[in-house]
């Protein structure tokens, strides 16, 4: 089936800094890829999500590309806030598009003010 | 829009005793339904898929006879742990897929049920 690996946590950043969190995944064809968070006490939300290489999905600031050439699916914030703390977490079907989800094992953001 | 809830939200149990989850999509139909199981500080693991009307399909060694999953209306689909063990302990989820999601094939996260066996 399909897999993720995401960096791993957690990453401590000041307010207004740039964000990178990498993201690369093996998989059969191109599917859906999505980028969810999970806030402290809270259900999974779906951030964004790219359906085609070459994508750019984006909400609230952050964005990434689907990157078909190095399988790569990063996610990005120009500037982030304190309110941005959270777990965020890489997904993909684990193998069609139709399947239930394979998640990375997420990455802990914490932003400091 | 596209609210998922589960219930009960946390949950004790004795070893040896069955417990029912249940995850409901609130305001709209969902024809598929999803359980997920999470250890603390780790990732989600796809556990089984549950279509309406028909039985669940389940991830390759997840105990099916353990783990019973219904998925009786487009609304509700329950996860009963049966004769659990302090090993069961952990984070279930479940997520729903909108009968009208198309091609996108999103979920919606329900906020998940804590499971204690002692």
């Known amino acids: 089936g399909n897999s993720v690996t995401q960096m791993e946590g957690p990453v401590t950043l000041s307010e207004e800094a740039f964000l990178t969190i990498n993201c690369t995944y093996t998989?059969?064809?191109?599917?859906?890829l999505f980028w969810y968070v999970q806030y402290p006490g809270e259900g999974l939300q779906l951030l964004l999500k790219?359906?085609?290489?070459?994508d750019k999905g984006s909400n609230k600031g952050f964005e990434a590309t689907y990157r078909k050439e190095t399988t790569s699916f990063h996610l990005e914030k120009g500037s982030v806030q304190v309110s941005d703390s959270a777990v965020y977490f890489c997904a993909l079907p684990v193998r069609g598009g139709a399947d239930g989800l394979t998640f990375g094992k997420g990455t802990h953001l914490i932003i400091q003010p | 829009g596209a609210v998922v809830s589960q219930h009960p939200s946390w949950v004790i149990c004795k070893s040896g005793t069955s417990v029912k989850i249940e995850c409901r999509s609130l305001?709209?139909?969902?024809?598929?339904m999803f359980w997920y199981r999470q250890f603390p500080k780790q990732s989600l693991m796809l556990m089984a898929t549950?279509?309406?009307?028909?039985?669940?399909?389940?991830e390759q060694g997840v105990e099916k006879d353990k783990f019973l999953i219904n998925h009786a209306s487009l609304t509700l689909s329950t996860l009963t742990v049966t004769s659990a063990h302090p090993e069961d302990s952990s984070f279930y989820i479940c997520s729903a897929r909108a009968a009208t999601s198309g091609a996108t094939y999103e979920q919606y996260f329900g906020p998940g049920t804590r499971l204690t066996v002692t």
């Open positions: 790219a359906t085609k290489a070459d």
């Open positions: 305001d709209f139909q969902a024809t598929t």
């Open positions: 998989a059969t064809g191109y599917p859906s």
């Open positions: 549950s279509n309406e009307g028909s039985k669940a399909t389940y």
